[in-house]
């Protein structure tokens, strides 16, 4: 039986991709495309989820590719310009859930600095009952001791606990230790899956294209679409 439920951010209540900022700079998508696969790429990136200052973090990549300092500089000047908003339908799920009394976790890779802007663009974020956020643990998903550290922090069964995350490897990682988890595809596809777990009530077709945006971010939200 699930009695907690443990959202992911970024893919999932969040739609973030460093290309929604490149396209306005940069007319070639070839160009971006280089840039975020050899220059910024997604293993870099890492490292600052980890927690690395961006001073040391940017001046190796400016050390090695001088003549894309002012691109480099711009991942972190212009760093919410990589979001193209919440994912409303899913912040909804979330609302949901916790009006219906489970406690709520996010287990996300973020990097601490952003984090702390992200609270203030995202109010959402502040719905959570617990979180583990990488950059202020130094610990990073798909790293099981980021999983031990959720549970050991809040006092969870894996067993009694639902992980969601749209990356399959974060996936993996969390049925090793014996969680719940669900790969996020579409907050529909969520939706369906979570119902399959007695979330939520099964709908009748009458049910079916309702929606009660009363309670959640549908329309008239606080959450910033940018």
Same mark, same amino acid.
């Given at each position: 039986?699930?009695?907690?439920? $443990? ?18 700079? &940069? !007319?070639?998508?070839? !160009? ?16 600052? !989820? ?12 400016? /050390? ?9 500089? +711009?991942?972190?000047?212009?760093? &919410? ?22 406690? $709520? ?6 990097? !601490? ?43 969870? /069964?894996?067993?009694?606990? +639902? ?6 490897? /974060? ?26 777990? #007695? ?20 329309? #008239? ?6």
């Amino acid at each position: 039986m699930i009695k907690n439920i $443990v959202f992911d951010i970024g893919g999932v209540l969040v739609d973030f991709n460093p290309r929604y900022l490149y396209r306005t700079i &940069l !007319d070639d998508n070839q !160009d971006i495309e280089h840039l975020l696969t050899h220059i910024c790429t997604p293993e870099w990136n890492h490292t600052l !989820d980890l927690g690395r200052s961006w001073d040391d973090a940017s001046v190796e990549l400016k /050390n090695k590719y001088p003549e894309k300092s002012y691109l480099i500089d +711009l991942y972190w000047e212009r760093w &919410l310009d990589m979001f193209s908003g919440p994912i409303h339908e899913t912040v909804d799920i979330l609302m949901d859930v916790k009006r219906r009394g489970y406690p $709520v976790y996010a287990l996300s890779n973020w990097n !601490d600095k952003k984090f702390v802007v992200a609270l203030k663009e995202f109010p959402f974020l502040g719905l959570f009952d617990g979180r583990i956020v990488s950059g202020e643990v130094k610990l990073a998903k798909p790293d099981p001791a980021i999983y031990k550290l959720l549970l050991e922090s809040y006092r969870l /069964n894996p067993r009694e606990t +639902l992980f969601i995350d749209d990356l399959p490897k /974060n996936i993996q990682a969390a049925r090793d230790l014996g969680f719940e988890a669900i790969q996020f595809i579409s907050p529909r596809d969520l939706e369906e899956r979570m119902t399959e777990y #007695g979330i939520f009530p099964q709908k009748t077709e009458s049910d079916m294209g309702e929606h009660d945006e009363s309670v959640g971010c549908g329309r #008239g939200c606080s959450c910033h679409s940018r």
